[in-house]
């Protein structure tokens, strides 16, 4: 199918997405062969073996380098396996430029993984893009940010950074996990690399742990290729086939999820027991303008401080019935999670408390449920959080 002109709604439905040429199958079939009949040496249709290449995975990668608006798109196993391969195509050495406020899993592949192995990384509110600029050194080889970020909801202005990377002759990653392609789609922008968890949003049923880097630049991407294939932490065919299906119904999700984010914030933000709201679509949230020039709409993840500290804040994660207390986001279903304890753990005391993840500090990731029901649902929370 032409895809040119197609809106996003349509791309997430057909793009990549072609009947079955031998059977007609409407559905994209899950190709489980881990490798593919050669009619002499070298000799194939494409495919020799599962790792370096599958034609479910190759469904995907094109559905989500449509929806991104990308020259190649290559999947992985996990948003960690795709952010470790960016990574791995830089050298011992080299220096990274990363947002201050990022998942706390990518925080310790820096901090972890990498750093021992030589890979330098200076962490930045990038809030204001002179601070990005004159914060590159001679051996900066890549900046990394999110927007909007993991926990804090910070909003960074991604055109002016990537004017920024590109004088400097320095490629932009975004990691677009929590706004998705439906609200904002980077490489438009003038970012290199945009990544994601397909864990999240993308696949959007919290059944699948997946991972996506999208490429403008085809030296970037023929790296990224020759690492998926080398390093290994590809995507089962299966999975590839369930984010594909979970893709279908983004548009309605994304619409369904910033309906009732948006009208969550608000009740937060006059809530006596909450001391302050994170959400990009409040208008007293520091980055609402920008959001609203970058954005298509403020996203389904909210984080608010409540009063009471960490034993209001146990208590409100424990009552809350249709808020599930659990890490991970963008599933249809709300979640709610203590950030300190659980996400990001695993950056030191001093770095949260700079980016002010305190003990009263939760994350939400609001679902697509009726939002009477969650308002009630948070109600409860509070109600728990005032008795402690
Ligand atoms: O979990 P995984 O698919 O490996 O994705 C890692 C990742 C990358 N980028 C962002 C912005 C993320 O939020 C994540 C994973 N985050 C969670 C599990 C979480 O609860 O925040």
Known sequence: MHIEGLAQDTLCIHASQEPDPTSGAVMTPIALASTFVQNGPGEHKGY??????????????????????????????????????????????????????????????????????????????????????????????????????????????????????????????????????????????????????????????????????????????????????????????????????????????MKQHVHNARILAEVLARHPQVERVFYPGLTSHAGYAMAARQMKGPGGMISFDLKGGLAAAVAFLKATRIFACAESLGGVESLAEHPAIMTHASLPAEARKALGIGDGFIRLSVGIENVEDLKQDLERGFHAARNT
């Open 48 to 253: 020799d073996y599962s790792r370096a290449g599958n034609p479910t995975r190759t469904a995907l990668e094109g559905c989500l380098l449509a929806l991104e608006g990308g020259k190649h798109a290559v999947a992985f196993g996990s948003g960690c396996a795709a952010t470790s391969s960016v990574l791995l195509s830089l050298k011992s050495g080299d220096h990274v430029l990363v947002g201050d406020d990022v998942y706390g899993g990518t925080f310790r592949i820096f901090d972890k993984v990498l750093k021992p192995w030589g890979l330098d990384a200076t962490f930045l509110d990038m809030t204001d893009p002179v601070k990005v600029r004159q914060a590159i050194g001679p051996r900066t080889r890549l900046i990394w940010l999110e927007t909007p970020s993991n926990p804090m909801l910070k909003i960074f202005d991604i055109a002016a950074i990537a004017e920024i990377a590109r004088k400097a002759n320095i490629p932009l990653a975004v990691d677009n996990t929590f706004a998705t392609p439906m609200l904002q789609r980077p490489l438009d922008f003038g970012a290199s690399l945009v990544v994601h968890s397909t864990t999240k949003y993308l696949n959007g049923h919290s059944d699948v742990v997946g991972g996506a880097v999208i490429a403008s630049d085809d030296a970037m991407a023929e790296r990224l290729h020759f690492l998926q294939k080398s390093l290994g932490a590809v995507p089962s065919p299966f999975d590839c086939y369930m984010v594909l299906r979970g893709l279908k119904t983004l548009g309605v999700r």
